[in-house]
């Protein structure tokens, strides 16, 4: 039995699921993934793949630039003016990360 998702070792169709008609059913989001023994899905296509890799360097640049941003003003005791100056970039740019970030001036 193929399937357009990808197939197991075993034949049967993985990370699919079967209609009434045997038509095989792929998981909308990245239709051409393969298996990947429980870990998430690759991407079936390079389009899809591009996707995923724009998905997670926006995600861990998040991730990063408000922990870099925490850090900051932690060092500083929450002095937004001081911290700013102490990474090098303007006050109000420090203030539209912070609003970016859902950190107030309390952070």
């Known amino acids: 039995m193929s399937a357009s998702c990808g197939t197991s070792s075993s034949g ?8 009434g008609s045997n038509r095989t059913i792929c998981p909308p989001r990245f239709a051409g993934a393969r298996a990947n023994h429980g ?9 899809e793949f591009k ?10 640049v998040q991730q990063l630039e408000r922990r870099f941003l925490l850090d900051a003003l932690k060092r ?13 970039i303007q006050r109000t740019n420090l203030h539209a990360l912070m609003r970016k970030h859902g950190l107030g001036s309390d952070a």
């Open 39 to 47: 870990r998430a899905p690759l991407p079936g296509t390079w389009e």
């Open 12 to 19: 049967w169709p993985s990370s699919a699921t079967t209609n």
């Open 51 to 60: 996707q995923l890799k724009q998905q997670v360097r926006d995600t861990t």
């Open 76 to 88: 500083c005791d929450g002095n937004v003016t001081r911290a700013a100056e102490e990474i090098g």
